[in-house]
């Protein structure tokens, strides 16, 4: 009986094993990839891999999660060492009690962990950066090596430090030479485990830093916000570290086994685990050096002083949305250091501000500008030390969130639209049916919602000739009854930025998509093309704007300006793919010869009264919110 289970056992742990690195494997393999497609393989290059080693960005967010796990490591595995002996010496209630609230920290879901950590800081006035980042991964480490240790010390007789003291040794030696020899496992077995939480951790990392400083987590989120294959080159760089690490681990006690003499066997025990530790964290800290080394950007050699030599701007964006070369050329320029935070939604972004932390420069969307506007957080704009307004195309100027553009400067601007495959969808029925061709029955299960309550229900709302803004409870519910019957007959996949590669591969036939990824999608396919149905759509915009409590304004306009100038718009656009305000970056871009020639998506339409700009209103937020949800639900349901 025992041996006909057997086979079924290796297939399982076959098909586990296959299931858990085949997904490492594809990403090494298209970290290889020419193209920057994360699903179709083009050609083998190194491409990405030196992109990677070029980005200063990328190189300091390694040597930073590996330096900050090394010293959370060794910090938390004294203290969380200590305290575990200590804890132990106590009386049996103070114990218990200790015990529970060490496994406290480890049961609480991180999110709370972080807002609490966040708002410790900005309550003591901590400014928010590596040392704090560093405090928040030590805290939440200690409690696994106590827990890791505890263990250990329990199955120790109670009476050997007290034997040793009697022999002669001092408490001092009693603790190093008897107690914490036994205990070695355990604190290795710690200090492992806190190496590899710190270096995962995102969720409070994400909270707990500031002044730009960023992990590898952090990055490699605001990073999958756009197509990026550096992803894959840095992720398998982190794999190749971890991997050398284990090694080390697992291969020295073996090495020191065979070398060591019969006689020192009690001794081979305690000190190989240790030294096996010490050897993996040196290739860590060799590789935390190398990416320090490989991200130092090059001084500027200038003689004279530049304008705002020595000063530092603090720009909050989102992920993957600035050019490759902006930012170091305009530190080149002014001598400034720019340091750059991403954030992945406006609500995110708010929850920052809302709470104390110093930005010079954000980059929120239309409505969330109107509600910074109104709630006073941002400041006017000194027109005097703009140059760059007469350079901006007419249309994204002027817009109702703020008319006379005393707050915000444009950035990106464009449309949402309908991506579909020329292969398989009759334009005529665009034409026709419009939003509504997300209910024609010929296109169930081959069709793309995005998961975005503000553009889902604008899409809705447009299908039954509404206006995105109405705060009138029937129209919203029929949007909701609109969505629901889409999503129960159409069989739809409801996905984010995933849309992007997804189509340009064509595995749907359309998709509900914003023109600057519907730019890249026909961009890289052909047969891909945008249409905006003729009731209207959502015209959006982002704008640069500066914070009430910006601590250097007069460097944010130095930049709005140089972010607005041609060389800034036409790397950030390029680069991007979003429609740049710049006049003359949008005819170049869209013109002969331009990147995106002839791509329609790239330049948002104008002329059609139906199209609107989202106006902020919290009541309507909030229940369009709860039933987006619901409609998720419906459709988690029907699949």
């Not at 991007?576 to 871009?589: E, F």
Request: with cysteine; glycine share 6%.
């Amino acid at each position: 009986m025992n041996k006909g289970k057997r086979p079924i056992g290796k297939i399982l742990m076959i098909l586990s094993v296959v299931f858990f690195y085949l997904p490492i494997l594809y990403m090494i393999i298209f970290s290889f990839n020419d193209g920057k497609s994360l699903t179709s393989f083009t050609g083998f290059s190194l491409r990405w891999y030196k992109h990677m080693l070029e980005s200063a960005d990328m190189m300091d967010a390694l040597s930073t999660t590996f330096s900050i796990a090394l010293l959370a490591t060794f910090i938390s595995t004294v203290a969380g060492t200590i305290a575990a002996i200590g804890v132990s010496k106590s009386k049996k209630l103070i114990r218990d009690l200790m015990e529970q609230a060490n496994n406290l920290p480890i049961m609480n879901p991180e999110i709370v962990t972080a807002i609490g950590f966040m708002l410790l800081f900005i309550t003591f006035h901590v400014e928010k950066g590596y040392v704090t980042m560093l405090l928040a991964h030590i805290a939440f480490c200690i409690p696994y090596v106590m827990l890791s240790v505890m263990p250990k010390i329990k199955s120790l007789d109670p009476n050997l430090a007290d034997a040793a003291m009697d022999l002669g040794a001092t408490p001092w030696q009693a603790l190093t030479k008897v107690v914490v020899p036994q205990i070695t496992p355990g604190i290795v077995a710690g200090a492992l485990i806190a190496f590899t939480m710190s270096v995962d951790d995102f969720i409070i990392s994400y909270f707990v830093t500031g002044r730009g400083v960023k992990n590898l987590s952090i990055m490699v989120y605001t990073m999958s916000k756009r197509v990026n294959p550096s992803i894959n080159a840095i992720s398998t760089l982190v794999g190749v570290i971890i991997t050398i690490v284990l090694v080390i681990i697992n291969a020295a006690p073996a090495l020191f086994a065979k070398r060591a003499k019969r006689n020192s066997i009690g001794k081979r025990n305690v000190l190989v685990p240790a030294i096996a530790v010490v050897c993996a964290l040196a290739v860590v800290a060799v590789a935390c050096v190398l990416a320090i080394v490989a991200g130092v950007v090059t001084y500027n050699n200038k003689k004279e002083p530049l304008p705002f030599e020595g000063q530092t701007l603090r720009i909050y964006n989102w992920g993957e949305y600035v050019g490759e070369h902006i930012i170091q050329d305009f530190q080149k320029e002014t001598g400034a250091t720019v340091l750059l935070e991403n954030f992945d939604s406006n609500e995110q972004m708010y929850i920052k501000v809302a709470n104390g932390e110093a930005y010079d420069i954000l980059v929120p969307s239309d409505y969330m500008i109107q509600r910074l506007i109104s709630e006073g957080y941002l400041q006017k704009l000194d027109k005097s030390k703009l140059n760059c307004m007469d350079k901006l195309y007419d249309a994204v100027k002027g817009l109702p969130y703020d008319p006379e553009n005393e707050y915000s400067v444009p950035y990106f601007w464009g449309t949402v639209g309908i991506v579909y495959d020329k292969t398989k969808v009759d334009i005529k029925d665009l034409e026709k049916e419009g939003y509504n061709i997300f209910l024609d029955q010929k296109y169930k299960g081959d069709i793309y919602l995005y998961d975005s309550e503000r553009d889902s229900f604008m899409m809705a709302l447009k299908a039954l000739g509404y206006s995105m803004n109405t705060s009138d409870e029937s129209q919203i519910q029929e949007a909701y009854n609109w969505l629901v019957q889409c999503v129960q007959t159409m069989k739809p996949e409801i996905v984010t930025d995933e849309i992007i590669d997804n189509m340009a591969q064509g595995r749907k036939a359309l998709g509900l998509i914003y023109s600057g990824d519907a730019t890249y999608v026909i961009n890289e396919n052909e047969n891909m093309g945008y249409y905006m149905p003729e009731g209207g759509t959502n015209q959006w915009s982002d704008a640069m704007v500066i914070p009430k409590n910006a601590k250097n304004p007069e460097l944010a306009h130095a930049f709005i300006n140089y972010a607005s100038d041609y060389d800034g718009a036409y790397d950030n656009s390029s680069y991007v793919g979003y429609t740049s305000a710049n006049k003359k970056v949008m005819k170049d871009l869209y013109g002969k010869g331009g990147e995106f020639e002839g791509i329609d998506a790239y330049i948002p339409r104008t002329d059609n009264k139906n199209d609107e700009v989202f106006e902020y209103n919290e009541e309507t937020k909030k229940e369009i919110s709860n039933l987006w949800s619901k409609v998720k639900i419906a459709a988690s349901n029907t699949n």
